[in-house]
């Protein structure tokens, strides 16, 4: 609820909370007042809140009318029994509201429930009172939205399933003549592709995928007159290639010293960073190519920049085993209990002083809520190092012995096509 709660409020995103307004509680104890709700009701259900959001046509309306329709969609939806925050971002193009809505009613302890009959009562709601506003609408709604996640992740450049099949297909029809060419090249990459007559699209589908996608979602290149036009173009090309590359200057620099002794990093440190260098993340000079992952590790491409920070976290504070990462993220818990408790005692002392006491309390409130925030993301990244461990140990396993399997697969394929090895050389010699 907490993170929650600062994403929502965040003063650099709310002039500086200014946009910030309370339904039924209020905006500087407002945690603190839902959990009081919660314990009346002895409510301890593992969904604590819920967050939703309103958003607005770039350029059509201003951060005090966005805020003004936000309070009142939340009094309508919300306001005769739930405790609601609603905070309007100006940080983006489009101005848009936050809702963080307590799950228990405050007033008879019945849960929220968020299913589509609330979702629709919550769209029509809003639609009433943008036309009232006189703010645009979308009428006819159609098609299904992107995950978040995903939108975020094309959004700043991240691989994702979609664009990094894209790479395959397009790196696949760059080295193809033939259709059949085309499926051996996506088969190298991990990738079925089906041709069936009996269909009107084709479609792909990877290692690990639940199911099929037709290529022609891809883009209007990826048609199947497209694919195979592209392919055909290929047939009238002329490639030239050198027959040697010019040799680079190689610097030799001298060192003193030896590293016979060096100590070869480990434990949790070693698996991750091995494993961000088999992602691509590392070193981060290297150019990747995404389409020719294992398909293992293509299903950890949307979640880099996770793996990446509890990297960090392992690195920076020398973590090597699952019992140091349970004593860091034990002190970090213990701390946060601490500051839990003086933060009690400074906002109820806040109440009783006024003046330049009450300035440096809320000063010393903010450090700790600074502190609290840092605090609570490196216990969310120790959890996530620890749920993850074993699943890269066993994920490094598999990838390797699929390796093992291909090369061994190549010789056998190679010493097939040169025929027996121990024939004796017609032209004499070795």
């Known amino acids: 609820m907490v993170d929650v709660m600062e994403y929502a409020t965040n003063k650099d995103k709310t002039e500086k909370r200014f946009f910030v307004t309370g339904v039924n509680c209020d905006t500087a104890t407002a945690r603190d007042e839902m ?19 309103q958003s607005f046509k770039h350029g059509e309306v201003t951060p005090e009318v966005a805020h003004e329709v936000g309070v009142k969609l939340a009094e309508k939806m919300w306001g005769d029994r739930f405790q609601v925050i609603v905070a309007t971002h100006l940080n983006t193009e489009c101005l848009h509201n936050h809702f963080v809505v307590n799950s228990v009613s405050f007033l008879d302890g019945k849960h ?4 589509k009959a609330n979702l629709r009562l ?6 009433e009172l943008c036309r009232e506003y006189a703010l645009s609408v ?3 709604p159609s098609g299904k939205k992107k995950p978040y996640a995903l939108y975020q992740a094309e959004k700043n450049g991240m691989p994702t399933r979609d664009n990094v099949a894209l790479q395959a297909v397009d790196e696949a029809i760059s080295k193809s003549f033939t259709l059949k060419d085309f499926d051996r090249q996506m088969a190298e990459m991990g990738y079925r592709v089906s041709f069936d007559p009996n269909r009107k699209y084709w479609t792909i589908i990877g290692k690990g995928w639940e199911r099929p996608k037709r290529l022609y979602k891809l883009g209007e290149d990826y048609t199947n007159e497209r694919i195979t036009e592209r392919i055909r173009e290929n047939s009238y090309a002329v490639k030239f290639s050198r027959f040697a590359e010019p040799q ?7 060192v003193k010293g030896s590293l016979k002794n060096a100590k070869k990093i480990g434990g949790l440190r070693g698996l991750y960073l091995h494993y961000c260098y088999r992602l691509g993340i590392l070193p981060k000079s290297r150019k990747q190519n995404y389409a020719r992952l294992h398909y293992l590790l293509k299903d950890d491409l949307m979640k880099m920049e996770a793996i990446s920070q509890e990297t960090r976290l392992l690195c920076r504070n020398r973590i090597d085993t699952v019992e140091q990462l349970l004593s860091y993220k034990g002190s970090l818990e213990t701390e946060m209990s601490e500051l839990t408790e003086q933060r009690k005692e400074l906002y109820s002392k806040s109440r009783k002083s006024g003046g330049e006491e009450k300035e440096a309390v809320k000063a010393r409130l903010t450090e700790i809520t600074e502190r609290m925030k840092f605090l609570r ?3 969310r990244l120790c959890g996530g190092i620890e749920a993850r461990n074993d699943t ?13 399997q291909g090369k061994e697969l190549m010789t056998n394929e190679h010493r097939r096509r040169s025929g027996r090895t121990n024939r004796p050389n017609e032209l ?3």
Not at 122 to 127: I, T, W
Not at 248 to 254: A, L, P, W
């Open 112 to 115: 929220y429930h968020d299913n």
């Open 122 to 127: 919550l769209r029509q709601r809003s639609d």
């Open 428 to 430: 004499g010699g070795l």
């Open 248 to 254: 680079k200057t190689v610097q030799v620099f001298r």
């Open 392 to 404: 890269l140990k066993e994920k490094l396993t598999t990838i390797r012995a699929d390796e093992q």
């Open 138 to 140: 979308i009428e006819h």
């Open 35 to 53: 959990m009081i709700a919660k314990a009346e009701w002895n409510d301890e259900s593992e969904i604590v809140c819920y967050h939703g959001f």
């Open 377 to 379: 993301k490196e216990v």
